[in-house]
């Protein structure tokens, strides 16, 4: 603990005494409603032939800061596609102190922009790394066919390379090897424990909200800890600061309502404005599906219910200085049939804030929140499964800019959880257990731009305090920038996580997630693949990355990304399936892999990814494929985990027509190959032998039905795949307000994909047939 704060210190002082040279910084703003407009280039031109241009990209909170800049005249530019071209003369007149900008950017005509299409992909190919990250704004998650007339999020991050879904109910992640538990997902800082609902189309997240959206599927640099696989980083926009808007939507899967507007404006005097933001969605598939989907779930609909609030107030200073308080709910229920059914609850609230010091010269973000979450899954023929948790997080991060893009980034974050679960493996032994948790991260990142080179050295130290752990984590990303059309790249390194999760790869498909704190009740002695002997402590999971890239620009509109990776698990904790004994005296000799509740194992996952992307005018094209090999060893044998997909493809296109680009066709077509189980064998009739030795087992006569297994994960499931097609018609009005009306259809061809099989009554539950929808919504 000593050294992690003494390592943050030092940091704070070393870059407290970096140069002094001239600093040109600020914000930039839409003028529209004052929200921040995050990734634009920001070019300084001087008058003088002989100095350089200099320049900077404004980062997901508009922010930009252009260190050294000598003195003279010159002309600060912004060029964008979605806003006309802003200009203002700059004079630096000294050589130290700080030139505070205010760019406030006016909207451009949608009919105007043309053929122009700048990305903040485009804008960084040269200056960052951007290794196994995809990006998203609202404009690019609109493009992906939306289900039920209705976007989100969880259709971008189901197209993302590498990631593999369970389909279309049970909303399950699994990236590039790693399992759900295993993908950190972040909401302005904040962690949340169960981003999807249970029907998997939709997230807890509104995307009317929504900002930016950053998934990294691996490689990701020391600002990020606490996973061992992904990040998905959400960024949500605040209210409106000028004007009162919003926006009301209904679809026979949902109802949606978002309101925003100023709580006070800004005026001379007082530069600085207060805005709010609500959403709340609620499906209503309890009231709709019975008669609209009458031949889905044998005519007893779609039994999905959900509720997602969230509101958010925000109190900003003219010069991009702000605080923010925002909390959340989201609750979901489902019965599937009579076999099994499912709820979560889940609630958090917070503070965010980005403070600028007016004479300091680090760019200052920062969070503290507390958040709860708990579910309940109860199966016709097994025992009720629970888990629960609760945590707070207090984090500060801190950015320093240098020359050509430079920067360094530092921060330190202390987490408290607390974790309560009850589950049950295949042999009916219970597995309980109530944790709490304390852990501190410190990280410090960075990033090196030259003109051929961008080089991101990292190291994280992650402090596990009530298991006495500390994972010191380097981490590494570099680019080479071989022509203006082809660039290399790299990264890697060691990642480490405390939660798991009581959820059970014995399942055909897994509806039960818990989540719970790193285990040290597991075997003390762990046998690895190579056959060397181990003596784990705990059950903290670690992995390393190494992930190998090339971007190629085939043409100005069409990028070509492939990337290899590999991903190495050295120590995994999953639920023990062998337990029979208690952990007690009584069963001390019995071996460890039949009484401890937790078994450490061990896996790599490898493979490619491929995306091809074409983006112009009018049209959008997105092409995936996917190749992945996933293994897991537990001491004993090598088996194929239940995400292993060999293939994934995923395919997007669309299309505006008219002069207006009024009129939108969106296409989305999914491929996977079939992912294992572990077939079933036979039944049982099982005995609690209630009267001991004595017990007459041919009269008890007992209700329940035990289950013999087959090899473990040796059948594969049928193939998934699937088309959506989404029309979308707007209709704008001289009041700035507009309709907008959408068809889709889900799974086009009615193809049948299977969902889940109870393993006692073998009753099968399908994905979703084919599902038409109308949905109409009005922005005001």
Do not use: C
């Not at 039920?148 to 969880?154: L, M, P, Q, R």
């Not at 997230?203 to 020391?222: A, P, Q, R």
């Not at 980034?409 to 679960?421: A, E, L, M, Q, S």
């Not at 999953?574 to 000799?589: A, L, M, T, Y």
């Amino acid at each position: 603990m000593k050294q992690i704060l003494s390592l943050f210190a030092f940091l704070l002082v070393s870059v407290t005494s970096f140069s002094q040279d001239h600093i040109i910084r600020g914000f930039l703003f839409n003028n529209e409603n004052s929200e921040v407009v995050p990734f634009e280039k920001v070019v300084l031109i001087p008058t003088v032939k002989e100095q350089s241009i200099l320049g900077a990209t404004a980062d997901v909170n508009g922010f930009f800061t252009i260190p050294k800049v000598p003195i003279g005249t010159y002309l600060l530019k912004v060029q964008s596609a979605d806003f006309k071209e802003f200009n203002k003369e700059i004079v630096v007149t000294t050589k130290g102190g700080i030139t505070e900008v205010k760019i406030e950017l006016l909207q451009e005509d949608a009919t105007e922009i043309g053929e122009v299409e700048i990305s903040a992909e485009t804008k960084a190919k040269t200056t960052e790394v951007i290794m196994s990250i995809t990006k998203f704004d609202k404009k690019g998650l609109e493009r992906i066919p939306s289900v039920g007339a209705e976007n989100d999020i969880t259709a971008a991050f189901s197209v993302t390379p590498g990631v593999v879904t369970t389909g279309d109910q049970g909303g399950q992640l699994y990236v590039r090897g790693g399992t759900p538990i295993q993908n950190k997902v972040l909401l302005d800082g904040m962690t949340i424990y169960n981003p999807f609902h249970s029907i998997g189309f939709f997230s807890i997240f509104e995307t009317e909200l929504v900002k930016n959206v950053d998934i990294y599927t691996g490689g990701f640099d020391s600002r990020y800890g606490g996973r061992i696989s992904s990040v998905m980083d959400i960024t949500y926009r605040d209210g409106n600061k000028k004007k009162f808007g919003g926006k009301v939507s209904v679809s026979p899967f949902l109802a949606k309502l978002v309101v925003e507007g100023p709580m006070y404006r800004s005026k001379e005097g007082r530069p600085g404005a207060g805005s709010f933001i609500f959403s709340a969605k609620h499906a209503l598939l309890d009231y709709t599906s019975k008669d609209l989907y009458r031949g889905v779930n044998d005519g007893n609909g779609l039994p999905y219910n959900f509720t997602d609030l969230y509101g958010k107030l925000t109190f900003a200073t003219g010069l991009g200085s702000k605080v923010s308080i925002f909390g959340f709910s989201n609750t979901d229920k489902v019965q599937y049939n009579e076999s099994a059914a499912l709820d979560f609850q889940q609630a958090g609230g917070g503070l965010s804030w980005i403070l600028l010091p007016g004479g300091g010269k680090t760019f200052i973000k920062g969070h503290l929140t507390a958040s709860s979450y708990k579910t309940n899954f109860n199966e016709e023929g097994t025992e009720p499964r629970t888990s629960s948790i609760f945590g707070t997080d207090l984090g500060f991060d801190f950015s320093y800019f240098l020359k050509n893009e430079s920067v360094i980034d530092y921060g330190i974050g202390i987490n408290i959880f607390k974790t309560d679960y009850i589950t049950y493996n295949e042999a009916a032994s219970k597995i309980q257990d109530e944790n709490n948790t304390v852990e501190i991260g410190a990280y410090a990142n960075y990033k090196f731009v030259s003109k051929r080179f961008v080089v991101q050295p990292g190291l994280r130290a992650q402090a596990y305090a009530s298991l006495g752990t500390i994972s010191l984590e380097p981490r590494l990303g570099i680019k080479y920038n071989a022509a203006e059309f082809f660039r290399l790249k790299l990264s890697g390194g060691r990642y480490s996580q405390n939660f798991t999760t009581a959820s059970s790869d014995r399942d055909i498909v897994n509806l039960f997630n818990g989540l719970l704190s790193a285990p040290s009740n597991v075997q003390q002695n762990f046998i690895t693949e190579s056959g060397k002997e181990k003596n784990p402590k705990n059950g903290i999971q670690y992995s390393w990355h190494a992930i190998l890239g090339a971007e190629f620009d085939l043409t100005k509109n069409l990028m070509l990304n492939v990337e290899g990776y590999f991903k190495y698990f050295p120590q995994l904790s999953n639920i023990n399936i062998n337990k029979q004994f208690e952990d007690i005296s009584e069963f001390s000799k019995e071996d460890d892999i039949y009484k401890k509740d937790f078994l450490i194992e061990s896996g790599k996952s490898y493979g490619v990814d491929v995306l091809l992307k074409y983006s112009w005018n009018r049209i959008f094209l997105w092409g995936v494929y996917s190749y992945g090999k996933s293994t897991r060893w537990d001491g004993f044998v090598t088996y194929a985990p239940v995400f292993d997909r060999r293939h994934n493809i995923n395919i997007v296109a669309s299309y505006a027509f008219g002069k207006k680009k009024d009129l939108e066709v969106n296409v989305r077509w999914n491929f996977g190959s079939g992912l294992p189980f572990t077939p079933t064998s036979g039944f049982y009739q099982t005995e609690s032998f209630g009267q001991g030795v004595t017990t007459d087992y041919t009269t008890t006569n007992s209700s329940s039905v035990g289950v013999n297994l087959g090899e473990f994960n040796s059948k594969r499931l049928p193939t998934y795949h699937r088309l959506d097609i989404t029309v979308k018609k707007q209709f704008k009005f001289k009041n700035k307000t507009e309709l907008e009306i959408i068809a889709a259809v889900t799974n086009t061809y009615n193809r049948k994909n299977i969902f889940y099989v109870n393993r006692v009554t073998n009753s099968k539950i399908y994905q979703f047939p084919f599902l038409p929808s109308l949905g109409i919504s009005y922005k005001f």
